[in-house]
C-alpha cells in the first residue's frame, strides 16, 4: 500500500460505544495530524504528533483520545460521543510539522453518531 | 483571531478560466497552500508559496501578495473533472495550518 490509509471508511456509533479509528502512512513521515472536516466549515485541527510525540492539542474534549505508537500509525479513540461529533475525519502525515511541506492526506472515515 | 476567507462556491464553464480568491489574517506567515478535494475524496496538494508572485504549474497558477494577505488560484482549460472544492490554508508563526471553509467549484458543459 502507498500514501495514507484509513480505517474504517465509514463508521455508525451509538452516543455509549466505544470505537477506534486507524490511519496509518506508507510515506516514511514524522509528523501525523487529525482533523475534523464538517460541511461548510473549515477543517478543524485536532491533535499533532512530531516524531510520535503530541505536540497540539486544540482544545478537544475528552472523549477524543489519541494514540501513536510510532511514526507510522495513529489512532483516534471514541467514547460517549454527541452527535454533533458526526463528521468526517481526516488523518495526513507530513515530513515535519516545522517545514513548509506539504501535508498528504487519508481518504477520512466519515463517522456518524446516533 | 485568526481567519482565511474564501468563496464558497463558484460556477464556470469547460474550457474557460475561472480564479478563485483567497484572503487571510493570520498570526504571521510561513506559507500558503492550494488543496484540490472532490467529494467523499482527500484533500490532495496543489500549490504552495512563500514569496510574492504567480507559482505555474500546468493549467493550475497560485498567486501571492503578502503585504495584501491575499492569494488566488487560476485554473486554465477547465475541464469536467475540475469540479472539486478547492481549499486555501495559511501555515502561522507556529506553524500551524489555518483552514479556509473551501470553495466549490461547479464546471458546467
Known amino acids: 500500500e502507498t500514501g495514507v490509509t484509513q480505517t474504517p471508511r465509514h463508521l455508525v456509533m451509538g452516543m455509549t460505544n466505544k470505537k477506534s479509528l486507524k490511519c496509518e502512512q506508507h510515506l516514511g513521515h514524522n509528523a501525523m495530524y487529525w482533523y475534523k472536516q464538517s460541511a461548510k466549515k473549515p477543517l478543524e485541527l485536532m491533535f499533532v504528533?512530531?516524531?510520535?510525540?503530541?505536540?497540539e492539542n486544540n482544545s478537544v474534549p475528552s472523549r477524543f483520545s489519541p494514540e501513536c505508537p510510532n511514526s507510522s500509525h495513529l489512532f483516534l479513540h471514541l467514547h460517549t460521543l454527541q452527535p454533533e461529533d458526526s463528521a468526517l475525519y481526516l488523518c495526513?502525515?507530513?515530513?515535519?510539522?516545522?517545514?513548509?511541506?506539504?501535508?498528504?492526506f487519508g481518504p477520512g472515515t466519515r463517522l456518524t453518531v446516533t | 483571531g485568526q481567519n482565511i476567507d474564501q468563496p464558497t462556491e463558484m460556477t464556470a464553464t469547460e474550457g474557460a478560466i475561472v480564479q478563485i480568491n483567497c484572503t487571510y489574517q493570520t498570526s504571521g506567515f510561513n506559507g500558503l497552500f492550494w488543496y484540490q478535494q472532490h467529494a467523499g475524496e482527500a484533500p490532495t496538494f496543489l500549490s504552495y508559496?512563500?514569496l510574492d508572485g504567480l507559482e505555474e504549474k500546468g493549467r493550475f497558477s497560485s498567486f501571492l501578495s503578502r503585504s495584501k494577505g491575499y492569494s488566488y488560484l487560476l485554473l486554465k482549460e477547465l475541464q469536467m473533472k475540475d469540479s472539486a472544492s478547492y481549499l486555501c490554508?495559511?501555515?502561522?508563526?507556529?506553524?500551524?495550518?489555518?483552514w479556509g471553509a473551501g470553495t466549490k467549484l461547479i464546471i458546467k458543459p
Open positions: 504528533y512530531n516524531f510520535k510525540e503530541q505536540t
Open positions: 495526513a502525515s507530513s515530513l515535519r510539522t516545522d517545514s513548509s511541506y506539504e501535508q498528504y
Open positions: 508559496n512563500v
Open positions: 490554508a495559511v501555515r502561522d508563526s507556529n506553524y500551524q495550518l489555518i
